[in-house]
C-alpha cells in the first residue's frame, strides 16, 4: 500500500513494466496518486506510464497492432529530438500530443511518430512522470537513458 512505501521514506518509486491490461490493477490508481501526492518522485515505465494516466483521470485502450522490438522512433515534444526506442506493449493512454483526456493535471512529453499514440507524460506540479517505451532495455536503443538522469535529480531535489 502507498502507507506502507511512505514509511520506508524512499527517495524515489519505479512502477515498471507489466504485462498485462492496465485497468485490471486497480489497487494501484489510490496508491499511485497518495505517493505522488507526499512529493516522492516517481518514474514509470510501460504498464507504469499506463497506471500514471489511469492514477490521473486518464484512460487507455487496446492498440489494433502492439508496439514491440527496437526500432520505434518516438517524439521528446520538449526538445524536439527523436528517439529511438526498444517498445513492448498491447495498451496505450488515451490522447494526442496536445492532451489528455480527463487527466488535466498531466502533460504529454513523447509521441509515437508511427501512430501518433502516447508514448510519456508528466505531472504538471509532482515529481510524477512516465515514459511507455523501455530505457531500460538491453540490448537496445539508448536514446532515452537520460530519462535516468531526470529521475535522478528529482531524487536529489528531494533529499
Do not use: W
Not at 528517439?83 to 496536445?98: C, E, M, P, R, Y
Amino acid at each position: 500500500t502507498s502507507k506502507e512505501v511512505l514509511a520506508l521514506e524512499p527517495d524515489g518509486v519505479f512502477l515498471s513494466n507489466g504485462p498485462g491490461d492496465p485497468e485490471a490493477v486497480t489497487y494501484a490508481m489510490g496508491n499511485i496518486r497518495a505517493i505522488g501526492d507526499a512529493k516522492v518522485p516517481v518514474f514509470g515505465i510501460c504498464l507504469g506510464n499506463q497506471l500514471i494516466g489511469l492514477a490521473y483521470g486518464g484512460s487507455t485502450f487496446k492498440l489494433p497492432y502492439g508496439h514491440r522490438g527496437g526500432n520505434h522512433p518516438v517524439k521528446d515534444l520538449a526538445t524536439g529530438k527523436v528517439l529511438i526506442t526498444s517498445q513492448n506493449h498491447g495498451f496505450a493512454v488515451k490522447g494526442t500530443s496536445d492532451s489528455i483526456p480527463g487527466a488535466p493535471a498531466l502533460e504529454v512529453t513523447h509521441v509515437n511518430l508511427n501512430d501518433g499514440s502516447i508514448e510519456g507524460l508528466r505531472h504538471k506540479r509532482l515529481p510524477v512522470f512516465a515514459v511507455q517505451f523501455h530505457p531500460e532495455a538491453a540490448p537496445g536503443p539508448h536514446d532515452a537513458r537520460s530519462l535516468f538522469d531526470d529521475f535522478m535529480r528529482a531524487v536529489g531535489t528531494r533529499s
